[in-house]
């Protein structure tokens, strides 16, 4: 289970990344190459073979090439999202553990996004598996506590909603993105003409909240930004406590046809709520 990289294998890295320069580049790899805070480095755990044993010596490579954008990897069974030099590293739960999930990429000329879907058809499977984990964790560490299995699978696996993020021109968004699982956006694709101009976005929440303010971001998917403001809500029901965000593609800011890519940002004090994703705009 341990990881190495060999010297002809750092080569034939670096060859590559020169005979690719100017290529937004995504590396996929089975083991970890960035320590996790409190994972890797925890003293009760023995988390050294997560990490590739000279992983060090691959960062240094592929840091002094900026096309870099992101490394994903796998083996560890939970998910975790670090971001270090301006390259962002992302493990990913599997689909045999809990949570049972897969990942989607979205990839376009300047922007990734990443969508946590879990295994369809088969919730038992995600429960059964939570369960067996509950007592793999008790097993080895119940000595740490009676809550250390649902803080483990509550920081270390996460919620599927979490896992999800948005990397934009070289730069890591939120560190928590919020996926469909409590946003709709619809018409979407929005028809100026069929639908009307109007995109709503629709985000509820588990309990009615305060809203401080609202701050969204849209951008092209070559990444250059075309709207940046705070836009104003309504309650649109209180049982869920939902709230509507309305954007005229056809007003001010008059968008073309093609795909965009939003960040919704509501600041709550200590714990800020973030959402993101794409819609389409068909003329």
Same mark, same amino acid.
């Given at each position: 289970?341990?990881?190495?990289?060999?010297?002809?294998?750092?080569?034939?890295?670096?060859?590559?990344?020169?005979?690719?320069?100017?290529?937004?580049?995504?590396?996929?790899?089975?083991?970890?190459?960035?320590?996790?805070?409190?994972?890797?480095?925890?003293?009760?755990?023995?988390?050294?073979?997560?990490? +590739?044993?000279?992983?060090?010596?691959?960062?240094?490579?592929?840091?002094?090439?900026?096309?870099?954008?992101? +490394?994903?990897?796998? #083996?560890?069974?939970?998910?975790?999202?670090?971001?270090?030099?301006?390259?962002?590293?992302?493990?990913?739960?599997?689909? *045999?553990? &809990?949570?049972?999930?897969?990942?989607?990429? #979205? =990839?376009?000329?300047?922007?990734? =996004?990443?969508?946590? /879907?879990?295994?369809?058809?088969?919730?038992?499977?995600?429960?059964?598996? /939570?369960?067996?984990?509950?007592?793999?964790?008790?097993? #080895? &560490?119940?000595?740490?506590?009676?809550?250390?299995?649902?803080?483990?699978? @509550?920081?270390?696996?996460?919620?599927?909603?979490? /896992?999800?993020?948005?990397?934009?021109?070289?730069?890591?968004?939120?560190?928590?993105?919020?996926?469909?699982?409590?946003?709709?956006?619809?018409?979407?694709?929005?028809?100026?003409?069929?639908? @009307?101009?109007?995109?709503?976005?629709?985000?509820?929440?588990?309990? +009615?909240?305060?809203?401080?303010?609202?701050?969204?971001?849209?951008?092209?998917?070559?990444? #250059?930004?075309? &709207?940046?403001?705070?836009?104003?809500?309504?309650?649109?029901?209180?049982? $869920?406590?939902?709230?509507?965000?309305?954007?005229?593609?056809? @007003?001010?800011?008059?968008?073309?046809?093609? *795909? &965009?890519?939003?960040? *919704?940002? *509501?600041?709550? $004090?200590?714990?800020?709520?973030?959402?993101?994703?794409?819609?389409?705009?068909?003329?």
């Amino acid at each position: 289970d341990d990881g190495h990289f060999t010297p002809d294998t750092l080569t034939f890295l670096e060859q590559d990344l020169i005979t690719n320069q100017g290529k937004k580049t995504l590396i996929f790899i089975h083991h970890l190459v960035n320590p996790i805070p409190s994972v890797t480095d925890n003293p009760y755990v023995n988390a050294s073979y997560l990490l +590739v044993d000279n992983y060090q010596a691959f960062k240094t490579l592929i840091e002094g090439y900026p096309d870099v954008w992101i +490394v994903f990897s796998g #083996h560890a069974h939970f998910n975790s999202v670090t971001y270090d030099k301006g390259i962002l590293y992302v493990v990913s739960a599997s689909v *045999i553990h &809990y949570p049972v999930q897969y990942n989607i990429l #979205h =990839i376009y000329e300047n922007a990734v =996004i990443q969508e946590a /879907r879990k295994i369809s058809g088969t919730i038992s499977l995600s429960e059964w598996s /939570r369960a067996k984990m509950i007592d793999w964790i008790n097993t #080895h &560490y119940g000595f740490l506590g009676e809550d250390i299995a649902g803080d483990a699978l @509550g920081i270390d696996y996460g919620k599927l909603r979490d /896992r999800a993020f948005v990397f934009i021109q070289g730069e890591y968004q939120y560190k928590t993105v919020k996926t469909s699982d409590n946003i709709k956006v619809y018409p979407n694709p929005v028809k100026p003409g069929i639908h @009307g101009s109007i995109l709503n976005f629709e985000i509820q929440f588990e309990r +009615v909240r305060i809203i401080p303010q609202i701050n969204m971001k849209i951008f092209d998917i070559s990444g #250059h930004e075309v &709207y940046s403001g705070k836009p104003n809500y309504k309650i649109s029901s209180l049982n $869920p406590f939902s709230i509507n965000i309305q954007i005229d593609v056809k @007003g001010n800011l008059s968008l073309a046809s093609g *795909i &965009y890519l939003y960040i *919704i940002e *509501i600041p709550f $004090p200590g714990n800020p709520l973030n959402y993101s994703g794409k819609f389409a705009v068909i003329k």
